[in-house]
């Protein structure tokens, strides 16, 4: 109700498109997660959004269309860096095309406990996203039953997945590849690597990329250490890593990992990027604030999470063709804690 006691008139998709400065034909394409609207209109068109308050009426699209409004996204973890933004993403284009959005947490890799929460998903109707980046994601996608509308969001796969597969996935390898080839073209001999888990047991993208651009250089190839998501893992690596005289550059699976790296070179007394090259992977936010500021590479995990709910809507809606295909182009990310190898290396 506004100062003169009238009910304010519920804002339109037209009114959307005066504020946003777009047809309304845009602002339509936004609401319903089409992937073809640039980001920064699509900025402007989910600020409009939320600055006039429009809301579809949710209850009657989905008694007219017979179909519920609803996503479920499975995931095994909604803190990490790679896993919130993408959880950040889904609900951003569910929400600007009134979907509700609900989250089935997989607490365990087991069979019975996964099997139990797809049936929960499944139960609550409308589709599902799969976040599928470790064992229990990678099962729960298996799990989801014949017929069910899913995208699953996986690792960067090894080739490329028939129509029957509807993901969506960053490409991890590219990203691993540049980091290593920036490393060496700075003069290191090698580039030790910090691995995160793998969603499998085959050898990761992101091991894969580092591997390869090693093969390339000749350089040699040492064993990975195999390590965790967080600091504590990063840090534990780095202090055996510190020990070694010989290692001049390392690559780390995550961004967490590179900050309990040079948090360890720091406790060893071996100075980056002096003696010691570090480079992260993702460019989570605090990576631009580190003391060095560090080296990594950005992938945009966010956009990420919208593929897959564009992906998905189309499913839903029978508006678009399901294929699956990559998003979010690697950047490599240069900043203080890469630099040449100590002369006397």
């Known amino acids: 109700m506004n100062v003169t006691g009238h009910t304010r008139r519920p804002a339109s998709i037209r009114d959307v498109a005066t504020a946003a400065g777009v047809s309304y034909q845009t602002v339509s394409r936004v609401i319903n997660g089409h992937p073809s609207v640039r980001p920064s209109t699509r900025e402007r068109v989910l600020a409009a959004i939320d600055e006039l308050g429009f809301r579809r009426n949710a209850t009657a ?5 017979g179909r519920s409004r609803a996503v479920t996204v499975l995931t095994a973890n909604t803190t990490h860096y790679g896993y919130a933004s993408i959880l950040q993403g889904i609900e951003e284009a569910a929400r600007a095309a009134s979907y509700a959005v609900g989250i089935g947490v997989l607490e365990s890799a087991e069979d019975a406990a996964v099997a139990a929460e797809v049936q929960r998903a499944a139960d609550a109707g409308g ?8 064992p229990a994601g990678v099962r729960a996608l298996g799990a989801v039953p014949a017929g069910l509308p899913v995208v699953g969001v996986v690792e960067t796969p090894a080739t490329p997945p028939g129509g029957d597969r509807p993901w969506v996935w960053a490409d991890d390898r590219e990203a691993a590849y540049q980091a290593t080839r920036h490393l060496l073209s700075l003069g ?9 888990p793998s969603s499998t047991r085959r050898t990761s993208a992101r091991t894969g990329g580092w591997r390869q651009a090693l093969k390339e ?14 600091p504590a893992g990063g840090h534990a690596a780095g202090l055996k890593l510190a020990k070694d005289p010989s290692v001049t ?50 992938l945009d995990f966010t956009g990420l999470g919208r593929s897959a709910f564009a992906l998905l809507h189309g499913v839903l809606e029978e508006s678009a063709p399901v294929a699956p295909h990559p998003v979010s182009v690697p950047e490599l990310v240069v900043r203080e804690s890469s630099g040449p190898p100590p002369a006397d290396a």
């Open 61 to 65: 699209l989905a008694l007219a269309s």
């Open 127 to 134: 589709g599902i996203v799969v976040i599928a980046y470790d």
């Open 188 to 196: 290191h001999e090698t580039v030790h690597y910090v691995a995160i």
């Open 217 to 230: 250089a000749g350089a040699p190839e040492p064993r990975p250490v195999q390590s965790s998501w967080g």
């Open 249 to 298: 550059a390392i690559l780390c699976g995550n961004d967490d990992l590179a900050l309990g790296v040079l948090r360890a070179l720091h406790e060893a007394g071996r100075s980056v990027p002096g003696e010691i090259s570090v480079a992260g992977f993702d460019d989570a936010p605090h990576s631009a604030f580190l003391t060095p500021s560090l080296t990594t590479v950005r």
